[in-house]
T-cell receptor
Framework: DGGITQSPKYLFRKEGQNVTLSCEQN?????MYWYRQDPGQGLRLIYY???????QKGDIAEGYSVSREKKESFPLTVTSAQKNPTAFYLC????FGQGNEKLFFGSGTQLSVL | GENVEQHPSTLSVQEGDSAVIKCTYS??????FPWYKQELGKRPQLIID?????GEKKDQRIAVTLNKTAKHFSLHITETQPEDSAVYFC????????????FGKGTKLTVNP
């Protein structure tokens, strides 16, 4: 099940370090999303982008940054300002507009703090 | 903004029984309500969705009902099978708006053989 690829599968962050999670899609989707998944907390939206060179904050954007320089790529940087980064991170994409609501998820990145 | 509450957080049923998961939402402008299933170690996948102009939708053993007045919607799984065991997430969104889904916290369903 390809289409949207996240890497790496596991990532470790040292204190004070920024790390970047990769998300690439070949579905030609306009919109891309980053969600954080913690046990018992569901999926919480970090950032989303509906078009190249534009993105919006989600509900828990503090301590994270993104870029959308290419349609197929939406990397997420977890900065040192994020004090509790340990979580499972899911990237998703979909077509923009009514009738195209299905989200396609990547397989996720588990980030842990050393 | 939108807030989605989901209950129960865990649900255990015997194989062949029915399972019901309920969600409520706060924003009356929300008009799209999907359900995602996440099996252990796998990515979430859409299993069924409903729009606000419809009260019920069925797809084989799964169905979703929507009560716009009460702002709640439910997932019904009949004749449950062990492969239905997973975490189920409801969500709500406003089509034509910001295009972002707000998810519930999930329900871990266990179907015992």
């Amino acid at each position: 099940d390809g289409g949207i690829t996240q890497s790496p599968k596991y990532l470790f962050r040292k204190e004070g370090q920024n790390v970047t999670l990769s998300c690439e899609q070949n579905l030609n989707h306009d919109a891309m999303y980053w969600y954080r998944q913690d046990p018992g907390q569901g999926l919480r939206l970090i950032y989303y982008s509906q078009i190249v060179n534009d993105f919006q904050k989600g509900d828990i954007a503090e301590g994270y940054s993104v870029s959308r320089e290419k349609k197929e790529s939406f990397p997420l940087t977890v900065t040192s300002a994020q004090k509790n980064p340990t979580a499972f991170y899911l990237c998703a994409s979909k077509d923009f507009g009514q009738g195209n609501e299905k989200l396609f998820f990547g397989s996720g990145t588990q980030l842990s703090v050393l | 903004g939108e807030n989605v509450e989901q209950h129960p957080s865990t649900l255990s049923v015997q194989e062949g029984d029915s399972a019901v998961i309920k969600c409520t939402y706060s924003d009356s402008a929300s008009n799209y309500f999907p359900w995602y299933k996440q099996e252990l170690g796998k990515r979430p996948q859409l299993i069924i969705d409903i729009r606000s102009n419809v009260g019920e939708k069925k797809d084989q053993r799964i169905a979703v009902t929507l009560n716009k007045t009460a702002k709640h919607f439910s997932l019904h799984i009949t004749e449950t099978q062990p492969e239905d065991s997973a975490v189920y997430f409801c969500a709500a969104a406003t089509q034509g708006g910001s295009e972002k889904l707000v998810f519930g916290k999930g329900t871990k369903l266990t179907v015992n053989p």
